[in-house]
């Protein structure tokens, strides 16, 4: 009897440390179990807040060399004759409300999965870390990408309470201050949120932001150059219509940088027909 009295003592002490190791367990396990790389799986190295290994981060594709001035559509099947303007169709027509649109990346393979982490898990790391690329973006695009205030594309306020961030925030921010630029998170709003429907078809995007945006009232962009940041450009739809809101508050430009766009602008406008 008196070796089973002794036992709840010795399973209380047990429970204690294993409450113990899982209340340190964010410690605990970045000391003794190293993570792996949340695209390949591979074990981490070196140390870096960013969850993904070097090589992942360096095969991020990179948009194509021949593109369109204005809106940075890859137009490979292009040659441009002698000092001619390498612009695509749909910028031929004027059809965008932005002055500029540049990329970091293209949207496929491993720069798909890195953009659903910081979409879906906030991963504030990732978010400085493409803040940086796309700084080197902007320096390179040189004074025709000179503004006065970065703007994140917002979310619809429901939206962003479901989700508690807004992923194109946890870029802007960072790329402000390392532009030494003020970032205006509640400049602009959408007004309208995003059909639930999972894919929207080409005619439905630009009808699901045609007229969704807004600035909020009061806000001061009159004589501004905006930067807008958001993550993926797919149709350019969502710049265009928060480029047009920004521009009838009286912002002077509206340049679009967005960390990755689609391989394919499937079609500029729905007007363009099966171009
Ligand atoms: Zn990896
Ligand atoms: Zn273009």
């Known amino acids: 009897m008196g070796q ?8 209380t002490w047990s429970r204690g440390v294993r409450g113990w190791l899982a209340g340190a367990s964010d410690a605990v396990v970045s000391v003794f179990f190293p993570a792996g790389c949340r695209i390949c799986d591979k074990l981490l190295v070196r140390s870096s807040r960013v969850p993904i290994c070097e090589e992942c981060l360096d095969s991020f594709p990179a948009p194509a060399e021949k593109k369109c001035e204005v809106c940075g559509q890859a137009l490979g099947w292009l ?4 000092g001619e303007q390498l612009v695509c169709r749909a910028c031929q027509q004027k059809t965008y409300a932005f002055e500029r649109a540049r990329s970091y990346g293209i949207y496929d393979g491993p720069l798909v999965k890195a953009i659903l982490l910081l979409k879906w898990e906030r991963m504030d790391p990732l978010g400085a870390w493409f803040a940086d690329r ?6 390179h695009e040189g004074d025709s990408f000179a503004a006065d205030v970065v703007v994140p594309v917002p979310l ?5 309470r479901q989700r508690g ?3 194109a925030g946890l870029v802007s921010k960072p790329l402000a201050r390392k532009l030494g630029l003020p970032h205006k998170s509640v400049l602009l709003m959408r007004t309208r949120p995003r059909p639930d429907k999972q894919v929207l078809s080409l005619e439905e995007r630009w009808a699901s932001v045609r007229g969704a945006f807004a600035t909020r ?23 265009d219509a928060c480029a047009r809101a920004l521009l009838n508050s009286g912002a002077k430009s ?14 500029p406008t729905p007007d363009s027909g099966n171009l």
């Open 156 to 160: 619809h306020r429901d939206r962003e």
């Open 4 to 11: 089973s009295s002794s036992l709840p003592s010795a399973r």
């Open 254 to 267: 509206v340049l679009g940088l967005t960390v990755a766009r689609a391989a394919r602008n499937p079609l």
């Open 217 to 239: 009232p009061g806000s001061q962009v009159d004589r501004k150059r905006v930067l807008l940041v958001d993550d993926v450009l797919t149709t350019g739809a969502t710049l």
């Open 165 to 167: 961030y807004n992923q």
């Open 134 to 139: 796309l700084a080197e973006v902007i320096l």
């Open 79 to 82: 040659t441009p004759r002698e």
